[in-house]
């Protein structure tokens, strides 16, 4: 099969690689976007029913175009996020190629060569925007596979109609964790396990306030001066409605971390136990970064140095949208917009320099 050639494959269709679209087609790049999934909206797609942004509407918006409000909602569940993305995409009609599969990224001289489930492209850069939702992380908890009750992440939660009447442990105390909780509070028996007591943010902070919070620390960073800590001496859990109403009335009550799990639920150090029919693990993803494995650049504990968002090893590839280590809140809609701005400039730069 003849290799497709292009300047930059964008690997992933996602809020990141949407935002990353929109500044290389400014730069008047030629670029590909290459989607797993087979319909647009990334992620968010696949989330729980009920789960909320943590802002308003126009302060979750990618670059160059306000995210709309949702008629009735504040805070705009995911459904609105995938007709949003949806949109999006067509407004600046992003070259989206879906659905394809990337199986590897290769060194080829000059260029750099993605290898996919439909055939090759050779390019220039290549800017890596997967996220981490397709790998969930599951603690090594002593136990675990003697549970007889149904285990199941938080990619596979959708609605608290599926656990009506059943004894259901949440574990984690991050957004997730509470979220689903609180969802959950009502219509089922719940235990909501955190490792710590929970966090929560006072109940006017926003994804507004955290995006600028992230923004500072990282400009103190880069100049030298004092962490202060960011977002993370705030707290962990944002209290968008439904988590703040399941808490004010007393149903959100978190027990520590068991030490491990049983056949019918989960015991305590002290030899407490708790009957389950099912446990919901809310703990979080790791990287998505299988598909750059035979670039080798990644360190002892599997994580790939950056400097902004270009890798340390390869100064051709980018990645976006993982988090604080490929720029401020950049895992979140309104925080990936200026790391992918300035991504596609230094690809930019890089492409002319060579030319």
């Not at 109609?161 to 949440?170: K, N, T």
Request: proline share 7%.
């Amino acid at each position: 099969m003849t290799p497709n050639r292009t300047q930059v494959v964008v690997i992933g269709g996602g809020q990141a690689g949407l935002a990353a679209g929109y500044h290389l087609r400014r730069l008047g790049l030629d670029f590909v976007i290459l989607d797993a999934q087979a319909t647009p909206g990334g992620a968010w797609q696949h989330a729980w029913d009920s789960l909320r942004l943590f802002s308003p509407a126009a302060y979750s918006s990618l670059p160059g175009r306000l995210m709309p409000p949702q008629t009735g909602a504040t805070y705009p569940d995911a459904q609105h996020v995938v007709e949003y993305l949806t949109d999006y995409e067509k407004r600046y009609e992003l070259p989206v190629e879906r659905p394809v599969r990337v199986l590897g990224v290769h060194r080829d001289g000059p260029l750099l060569h993605v290898e996919t489930d439909s055939g090759t492209w050779h390019a220039g850069a290549v800017i890596s925007a997967t996220g981490t939702w397709w790998r969930p992380f599951l603690p090594a908890v002593p136990g675990r596979p003697e549970f007889r009750g149904r285990q199941l992440h938080t990619v596979e939660y959708r609605s608290p109609a599926d656990f009506a009447g059943q004894r259901i442990i949440v574990v984690g105390g991050g957004n997730s964790g509470a979220q689903i909780a609180a969802d959950l509070a009502y219509d089922s028996d719940l235990t909501w396990v955190t490792q710590r007591p929970p966090r929560f943010l006072a109940d006017d902070i926003d994804g507004r306030v955290l995006f600028d919070v992230a923004t500072a620390r990282r400009r103190a960073l880069d100049e030298g001066r004092t962490d202060v800590g960011g977002v993370a001496s705030l707290g962990d859990i944002v209290a968008v409605p439904p988590v703040r109403k399941a808490r004010d009335i007393g149903l959100l009550k978190a027990s520590p971390m068991f030490r491990r799990l049983v056949p019918g639920g989960v015991e305590w150090a002290d030899g407490t136990r708790v009957e389950a029919d099912a446990i919901i693990w809310c703990t979080g993803f790791r990287p998505n970064l299988s598909h750059l494995a035979p670039l080798q650049l990644r360190g002892v504990r599997g994580h790939i140095a950056t400097t902004g968002t270009h890798a340390v090893g390869e100064s051709r590839l980018h990645l976006l949208g993982y988090g604080d280590w490929t720029g401020p809140a950049s895992a979140t809609l309104i925080g990936v917009g200026r790391p992918a701005r300035d991504a596609a400039r230094e690809i930019a730069q890089l492409l002319a320099a060579g030319s």
